[in-house]
């Protein structure tokens, strides 16, 4: 089973709107860590947020943040305000307890619209 | 700047060659990884390592073998390449999870594997 699920192959969305991209988790285990990453078409992954699962607050770094629900274990990304740089595949993982190892999901693709 | 070089971002090879893709982190990063990428799949892991000469096999070692003779150097061999190992390879590093680090993975741009 999936311990990453991103539903979205593919979002388009408009320069200047916001955007949300959709990721759940699975894990039994009470301590896990969840991330982001970015993948424009130049193929270097680039680490964008993080969310521990005892942090209180969703975490937020400039124009990203992080709609963490932990009950339904849900971990989407709030893009606020879209670039056309922007314009990326976008990659949800988790890392659980004291694992090094982080398991990734299988991406969702962003175009952003002049 | 930190740094995770992989030394080709391009290769062609034949079936049945022998292949080497190598990766260097000028971080002091304990945790090196390799990870392959394919479209509709994400990002798999062929194989971690902890520490110099410390290995560990991912979800998809086989037809892979790994190497860490020093910290700062993880290279990955496809001892006899096929045409299934057709890929994207993506070398990564993270330190160990301390003073409150996140460990996230820093990655490096990637080297694209066609094998014919």
């Known amino acids: 089973a999936q311990k990453i699920t991103q539903t979205q192959p593919g979002m388009f969305v408009q320069e200047k709107e916001a955007v949300t991209l959709d990721c759940t988790y699975d894990?039994?285990?009470?301590?896990?860590?969840l991330f982001w990453y970015k993948q424009p078409s130049s193929g270097e992954m680039i680490f964008l947020i993080y969310q521990g699962s005892y942090d209180q607050q969703n975490a937020t770094e400039g124009r990203y943040s992080l709609n963490f629900q932990k009950a339904r274990k849900s971990a989407n990304l709030v893009i606020s305000a879209s670039q056309l740089g922007d314009s990326a595949m976008y990659f949800c993982a988790m890392r659980e307890g004291g694992s090094y190892i982080p398991t990734f999901g299988r991406g969702t693709s962003l175009i952003v619209h002049p | 700047d930190v740094k995770v070089t992989q030394s080709s971002r391009y290769l062609v090879k034949r079936t049945g060659e022998k292949v080497f893709l190598e990766c260097v982190q000028d971080m002091d990063h304990e945790n090196m990884f390799w990870y392959r990428q394919d479209p509709g799949l994400g990002l798999r892991l062929i194989y971690f390592?902890?520490?110099?000469?410390?290995?560990e096999k991912g979800d998809i070692p086989e037809g892979y073998s790994v190497s860490r003779e020093k910290k700062e150097r993880f290279s990955l061999i496809l001892e006899s390449a096929s045409t299934n190992q057709t890929s994207m390879y993506l070398c990564?590093?993270?330190?160990?999870?301390?003073?409150?680090?996140?460990?996230?993975?820093?990655f490096g741009e990637g080297s694209r594997l066609t094998v014919l």
């Open positions: 990564a590093s993270s330190s160990i999870l301390a003073g409150g680090s996140a460990g996230e993975l820093f």
């Open positions: 390592s902890y520490d110099v000469k410390m290995k």
């Open positions: 894990t039994s285990d009470p301590s896990y860590g």
